[in-house]
């Protein structure tokens, strides 16, 4: 069964204080790892597909990167409007299930002014 | 929320009820999910559709029921509410399965039954 643990749970920063969260999973085989920005009453937002170890994406003060156990989402200099639980989601294949994405349940970050 | 509206936003239902939330999106995707999200959970996936009149079971089906007879529509019903599916349901799309792409979700809808 594929699964998806973040890490931590909570993460609270002062702006300008960069830092990372983490995103372990299984899978029998990775298709593609997501992950996603999701604000209060809000639908997720996509931030970034990856597709293989030793990738790594960028936008604005936000780069993902991926390794073939776990994949990072690093914060440079943060500021308050990154406040927002981040979540990570894993696409396996899977045979004919492979249209499924397994979430993780997410990390709600918090940047102080 | 790329082109997906979701209605009703919200809604107040009681035990027993049937409830019909809508998923109308403007991209004309072929594939269209219905997930839940709790407190605790990560989102789960309910029912999904890839084409028109074709669906299909997620993980959490049981107590739900889909129908898509328009590629732009996606209803989820539930039969009779219960107090476990008070929650807040999102709505997805993607445009291929081909290759792993992302799904993009609507603005969400909160149920609670009562």
Same mark, same amino acid.
């Given at each position: 069964?594929?699964?998806?643990?973040?890490?931590?749970?909570?993460?609270?920063?002062?702006?300008?204080?960069?830092?990372?969260?983490?995103?372990?999973?299984?899978?029998?085989?990775?298709?593609?790892?997501?992950? &996603?920005?999701?604000?209060?009453?809000?639908?997720?937002?996509?931030?970034?597909?990856?597709?293989?170890?030793? +990738?790594?994406?960028?936008?604005?003060?936000?780069?993902?990167?991926?390794?073939?156990?776990?994949?990072?989402?690093?914060?440079?200099?943060?500021?308050? +409007?990154?406040?927002?639980? &981040?979540?990570?989601?894993?696409?396996?294949?899977?045979?004919?299930?492979? &249209?499924?994405?397994?979430?993780?349940?997410?990390?709600?970050?918090?940047?102080?002014? | 929320?790329?082109?997906?509206?979701?209605?009703?936003?919200?809604? *107040?239902?009681?035990?027993?009820?049937? *409830?019909?939330?809508?998923?109308?999106?403007?991209?004309?995707?072929?594939?269209?999910?219905?997930?839940?999200?709790?407190?605790?959970?990560?989102?789960?996936?309910?029912?999904?559709?890839?084409?028109?009149?074709?669906?299909?079971?997620?993980?959490?089906?049981?107590?739900?029921?889909?129908?898509?007879?328009?590629?732009?529509?996606?209803?989820?019903?539930?039969?009779?509410?219960?107090?476990?599916?008070?929650?807040?349901?999102?709505?997805?799309?993607?445009?291929?399965? *081909?290759?792993?792409?992302?799904?993009?979700?609507?603005?969400?809808?909160?149920?609670?039954?009562?």
């Amino acid at each position: 069964e594929d699964q998806v643990t973040q890490s931590p749970e909570a993460l609270r920063l002062q702006e300008g204080e960069s830092s990372s969260l983490n995103c372990s999973y299984t899978v029998s085989g990775l298709r593609g790892l997501f992950w &996603y920005r999701q604000d209060p009453g809000k639908g997720p937002e996509f931030l970034f597909t990856l597709y293989s170890a030793g +990738e790594e994406k960028e936008k604005e003060r936000l780069k993902a990167t991926l390794t073939k156990k776990e994949s990072f989402l690093h914060i440079t200099a943060p500021k308050p +409007e990154d406040s927002a639980t &981040y979540l990570c989601a894993v696409q396996a294949n899977s045979g004919g299930s492979n &249209y499924k994405l397994t979430f993780g349940k997410g990390t709600l970050l918090t940047v102080n002014p | 929320d790329a082109g997906i509206t979701q209605s009703p936003r919200h809604k *107040v239902t009681e035990t027993g009820t049937p *409830v019909t939330l809508r998923c109308h999106q403007t991209e004309n995707h072929r594939y269209m999910y219905w997930y839940r999200q709790d407190p605790g959970h990560g989102l789960r996936l309910i029912h999904y559709s890839y084409g028109v009149k074709d669906t299909d079971k997620g993980e959490v089906s049981d107590g739900y029921s889909v129908s898509r007879s328009k590629t732009e529509d996606f209803l989820l019903t539930l039969e009779s509410a219960t107090s476990s599916q008070t929650s807040v349901y999102f709505c997805a799309i993607s445009e291929n399965q *081909v290759q792993p792409n992302e799904q993009y979700f609507g603005p969400g809808t909160r149920l609670t039954v009562t």
